[in-house]
């Protein structure tokens, strides 16, 4: 069954998947999701990812991470939908958690989280906060 919007499908499988402990979670690949594994893996909200290829289609499996029982990843919240989309400028980047989290913005230099942005000096789509 296709699904109308990947980047929130992506999400809701990683907040299942932590809620229900699991150690790792299967999401069907694209570019954008390897993407995104790689800043979460590189904001140390998990502990690592691979994509798996499995003839009709590659799989990213995302491994979660957990920090005494309790996951690192608290929180994910899609911002820009696709019946709202949600553009910020260069002076506007959204500071999550006052910096304790992240925000996930697509920019004309692909994938980039709030802080890349802001060094970039460069506004885009609000794609999500992980915190």
Request: proline letters at 4%; hydrophobic letters at 40%.
């Amino acid at each position: 069954m296709p699904v109308t919007d990947p980047i929130a499908d992506f999400l809701t499988r990683v907040r299942n998947a932590v809620k229900a402990k699991k150690k790792f979670v299967d999401i069907p690949a694209s570019n954008t999701k390897v993407k995104m594994a790689e800043i979460l893996k590189d904001a140390n909200f998990i502990r690592d990812f691979n994509v798996i290829e499995d003839g009709k289609q590659n799989i990213v499996r995302v491994h979660l991470k957990y920090v005494e029982g309790s996951a690192s990843i608290t929180g994910l919240k899609k911002i820009s939908t696709p019946g709202l989309r949600t553009y910020v400028g260069k002076e506007d980047i959204p500071k999550v958690l006052n910096g304790l989290g992240i925000a996930i913005i697509s920019t004309s230099k692909g994938l980039l989280t709030d802080k890349q942005a802001r060094l970039e000096s460069i506004g885009g789509e609000v794609i999500c906060h992980v915190w």
